[in-house]
């Protein structure tokens, strides 16, 4: 290995650390003693410990680390399939007919770029009335409609990807459009459908803001859940519990990311391949 080499990997070593440190030390801070946390900066801990999973995992009536869980894995994935369910035919009139190419894509995009504090109040007021307060089927509902945006730009992407041949070729045969789509085109899609629904579940899953708002005991998600460990055990901030819950928190997005790395890198690659 040459020179240049070398230092083309001590610069990526060097900027990864720097960029997971956080991670890292969240890690680290989770297998370490209180005792530890308190006299050892460093990331390396004198004694390793797994009290404070156990500490997570400890089931009681208001920190139930598998109902948070539960909750968040319900409404992630209605917010991560519905989405693409509803995108999907849409996508394919906008980018095989045009239809709403001028208007409606622009505007539901634009939606997505709006903060999504305005729209707190309504949507609490309507949730009220409907009765979806509290709800995974309420949480998750507006999770797809957050995750709508993101899912249509993506399809509309993908399915313009495709030649235009294929679809004349069969509606030369006679094949009507729902067995088009459902035959030819989303077969062809399936890289950009996992992107959209890693991304989609993602983001439904680190969702913060209607999770507080919405839910209060029975839909309270992960994220909001997690912050309930914070003091467990009284006497102010337990850290090595707070960093045990996070990581237990974030480990399902992590871990659907590194599964699907491959089918994200062919739908990232599609257009850059073409011609």
């Given at each position: ?5 070398i230092?083309?990997?001590v ?6 650390f ?8 969240t ?14 900066a ?52 906008i980018?095989?007919?045009?239809y ?19 729209f ?27 995750n709508l ?20 070729a069969?509606?030369?045969?006679g ?6 789509l ?13 992107t ?13 803001l209607?999770?507080?708002m ?8 992960v ?10 055990g ?23 990311g590194?599964f ?5 890198g062919?739908?990232m ?7």
């Amino acid at each position: 290995m040459n020179v240049p080499n070398i230092a083309r990997w001590v610069v990526f070593v060097v900027a990864a650390f720097a960029m997971n440190f956080p991670v890292i030390a969240t890690l680290v801070t989770a297998f370490k003693t209180p005792a530890d946390i308190a006299s050892n900066a460093s990331l390396i801990p004198t004694a390793v410990t797994f009290e404070n999973f156990k500490t997570v995992f400890t089931v009681s009536d208001r920190l139930n680390i598998w109902a948070y869980l539960w909750n968040s894995l319900s409404a992630s994935l209605i917010g991560a399939i519905l989405p693409i369910l509803l995108s999907l035919p849409l996508a394919y009139a906008i980018a095989r007919r045009d239809y709403g190419r001028a208007v409606l894509l622009p505007l539901v995009v634009n939606l997505r770029a709006m903060p999504l504090i305005i729209f707190a109040i309504p949507l609490y007021m309507m949730y009220q009335t409907l009765g979806l307060l509290d709800t995974r089927i309420g949480l998750g509902l507006i999770l797809a409609v957050v995750n709508l945006p993101l899912a249509l730009v993506l399809l509309v992407n993908a399915v313009a990807e495709i030649p235009r041949e294929i679809d004349e070729a069969a509606l030369m045969d006679g094949t009507r459009t729902k067995r088009i789509l459902s035959h030819l085109v989303l077969p062809l899609i399936r890289p950009a459908l996992a992107t959209t629904f890693v991304f989609g579940f993602m983001t439904a899953w680190n969702e913060f803001l209607f999770g507080l708002m919405l839910t209060t005991r029975a839909a309270v998600p992960v994220t909001v859940g997690a912050s309930f460990f914070f003091s467990a055990g009284g006497g102010g901030v337990q850290w090595g519990v707070a960093a045990a819950v996070i990581v237990v928190a974030s480990a399902p997005p992590v871990l659907l990311g590194l599964f699907m790395y491959r089918q994200i890198g062919r739908s990232m690659l599609a257009g850059a391949v073409k011609g």
